[in-house]
Nanobody, 115 residues
Framework: QVQLVESGGGLVQPGGSLRLSCAASGSIFTILYMGWYRQAPGKQRELVASITSGAGANYADSVKGRFTISRDNAKNTVYLQMNSLKREDTAVYYC?????????WGQGTQVTVSS
């Protein structure tokens, strides 16, 4: 079993920044995909950013230029740097890490952007 532990969420003012972390532990595996998703109340879960092995990062249009996904392979950790946050970024953010026979999700962390 692979467990993902998220951290870094919280309350921030519009224009502020947050850095989310997602650390994987448990079974040893090769990471093929890392992604961040979010879900706001009453809305469907959407992909925010992702990294696929052998390819570059992918971003939703709504966050392009403001968010950056990165990883630390030695620590099996994926990060989401969020800058210039907007009210519409408010959501629960979930990390997802995939490998061969692995598809694991974090517990979710709340990000609230409000004055």
């Amino acid at each position: 079993q692979v467990q993902l532990v998220e951290s870094g969420g919280g309350l921030v003012q519009p224009g502020g920044s947050l850095r989310l972390s997602c650390a994987a532990s448990g079974s040893i595996f090769t990471i093929l995909y890392m992604g961040w998703y979010r879900q706001a109340p009453g809305k469907q879960r959407e992909l925010v950013a992702s990294i696929t092995s052998g390819a570059g990062a992918n971003y939703a249009d709504s966050v392009k230029g403001r968010f950056t996904i990165s990883r630390d392979n030695a620590k099996n950790t994926v990060y989401l740097q969020m800058n210039s946050l907007k009210r519409e970024d408010t959501a629960v953010y979930y990390c997802n890490i995939r490998g061969a026979a692995v598809n694991s999700w974090g517990q979710g962390t709340q990000v609230t952007v409000s004055s």
